[in-house]
C-alpha cells in the first residue's frame, strides 16, 4: 500500500465531504437529534397525566381520594366539569386522559358499610399512556381508608370500604392494534407525501426537465398545485389500502364518519406535499431530498405520539410535537375512527394542520421563485 496515494484520498474524502454541507449536517445533526430525543423525550411511564373530577359530595373521604390520586404522581386534576356529560365531552375531545365521577353520599355510605362505587374512566386509545396509572388504583384506595380511620372503617382498614371501578373507554380490551394501525395512516403518509413531492422536483432539475418547465408561462402557484394533486389521489389509495386492511385483517372498528376522515385527510396530505415541495427548492439533487425527508420524518415519528405516549414527553417536546401535522392528525383519526368523533371535536385538531400547511406553502412559493431568478 503507497500511503502518500492513500493521504490524497483521504485529502480529497474531507474535502467532498465539506463542500457537500447539507450531508454533513444530517452526518451531525441526526445523531444529536436521536440522542436528544431517547434520551431526554422518550418515556413509556408517563406521569401527572390529566384527570377531570365530577364530585358530588364534598366530604373528607372525596377530598382524600382526589388528593391521592394526585399525590400518587400518576394524576394531576385539570379540569372539575359540573356534570358528568361535560366530563365526557372532555374525555371524548382528548383534553383530558381521566375522568373520576364521585357519587352524591359517598361519605355516609362509606360510614354506613354499603361500598358505594366510584368511576375512573380513561381514554384507553392508548393503552401504554393510561395502563401504569390504572394499575396503581387499589392502592389508592387502600391509602385513603387509612388517612381517614372513621367510624366502621376504622375497624377494618384491610378492606376497601368502597369500589373503584376502572372504565377503559374506546378500547376496552387495551388492544395496542387499535391505537398502532389508524396512526400508520399518518405514519405513511408523512413519509411518502414529503419525499415523493421533494423527489418529483429535484428528479426534474437533474435529468434537465426543469428548464423546459421555467421556460412555459406556467406561474409558480399553477406548478405547485400541479406537482401536489397527483399525488393527493395516490394518498387516498394509501389510505383506502390501509383501511380495508384495518378492517379485514386487524378488525380495527370504524364509529365515525368516513366522509369526515376524507375531508380531514386533504389537509394533512396538502401540509406535507407543502413541506415536499419547500424540501425540493433547497435540495440540489434525489440524495439530498431524500435526507431532508429523513430529518423531518423521525421527529415527527417519535414526538407525535405514535410510538411513545406523547404526555409522558417533557413539556419542551410537547411543544415541538404540537407543531408537527402528524401530532394532530394520529388524533383526528384515531378520534374519528375509536371515538366517533364528529366535526366539532376535532375542528382543534384540523386548524392547526392548516395553519401549518399554509406556513409551508408560503415558504415553498416564495423559494420557487429565488430558484426562477
Known amino acids: 500500500m503507497n500511503w502518500s496515494r492513500l493521504l490524497a484520498i483521504l485529502i480529497k474524502e474531507f474535502r467532498q465531504i465539506r463542500r457537500d454541507r447539507l450531508t454533513f449536517a444530517m452526518m451531525v445533526g441526526v445523531p ?6 431517547f434520551g ?7 406521569k401527572h397525566l390529566p384527570l377531570a373530577v365530577v ?14 390520586l394526585e399525590n400518587s404522581s400518576y394524576f394531576r386534576v385539570t379540569a372539575r366539569p359540573a356534570s358528568e356529560a361535560e366530563g365526557d365531552r372532555l374525555l371524548d375531545q382528548g383534553r383530558v386522559q381521566f375522568l373520576l365521577v364521585i357519587p352524591p353520599d359517598f361519605s355516609r355510605q362509606i360510614l354506613r358499610g354499603e361500598h358505594p362505587a366510584v368511576l375512573l374512566a380513561a381514554d384507553a386509545t392508548d393503552p401504554a399512556a393510561s395502563g401504569n396509572a390504572l394499575a396503581t388504583i387499589n392502592a389508592i384506595s387502600r391509602q385513603v381508608i387509612a388517612h381517614n380511620p372513621v367510624g366502621p372503617v376504622a375497624a377494618s382498614q384491610q378492606d376497601t370500604p368502597f369500589d373503584i371501578r376502572a372504565q377503559r373507554r374506546y378500547n376496552p380490551e387495551g388492544v395496542s392494534r387499535y391505537n398502532i394501525v389508524p396512526g400508520l395512516i399518518g405514519v405513511i403518509l408523512t413519509m411518502t407525501m414529503v419525499m415523493m413531492t421533494a423527489l418529483a422536483m429535484t428528479r426534474e432539475r437533474e ?16 406548478v405547485m398545485v400541479g406537482k401536489i394533486l ?9 389510505t383506502a389500502v390501509i383501511l380495508i386492511a384495518a378492517w379485514l385483517l386487524f378488525d380495527v372498528p370504524m364509529f365515525g ?12 396530505m396538502a401540509a406535507n406535499l407543502a413541506v415536499g415541495f419547500t424540501f425540493s427548492t433547497i435540495a440540489k439533487n434525489q440524495m439530498q431530498a431524500m435526507q431532508l425527508t429523513f430529518f423531518f420524518f423521525l ?5 407525535s405520539g405514535f410510538m411513545f405516549p406523547f404526555r409522558g414527553m417533557p413539556e419542551w417536546a410537547q411543544a415541538i410535537g404540537e407543531f408537527l401535522p402528524l401530532t394532530h392528525f394520529l388524533r383526528i383519526v384515531r378520534g374519528i375512527m375509536l371515538k366517533g368523533n364528529g366535526a366539532v371535536e376535532i375542528a382543534p385538531q384540523v386548524w392547526p ?10 415558504i415553498a412559493l416564495r423559494r420557487y421563485r429565488q430558484t426562477l431568478d
Open 32 to 37: 444529536i437529534m436521536q440522542l436528544i430525543l
Open 353 to 362: 394542520i392548516a395553519l401549518f400547511m399554509l406556513a409551508a406553502g408560503l
Open 257 to 268: 364518519s368516513l366522509a369526515l376522515l376524507s375531508a380531514a385527510l386533504v389537509v394533512y
Open 40 to 46: 431526554y423525550a422518550i418515556n413509556t411511564d408517563p
Open 207 to 222: 435529468r434537465g426537465t426543469m428548464e423546459n418547465l421555467l421556460a412555459t408561462p406556467v406561474r409558480p402557484l399553477e
Open 299 to 303: 421527529p415527527s415519528m417519535l414526538l
Open 55 to 68: 364530585s358530588a359530595d364534598h366530604s373528607e373521604f372525596s377530598r382524600s381520594l382526589v388528593a391521592s
Open 230 to 238: 397527483p399525488y393527493i389521489l395516490i394518498g387516498y389509495v394509501q
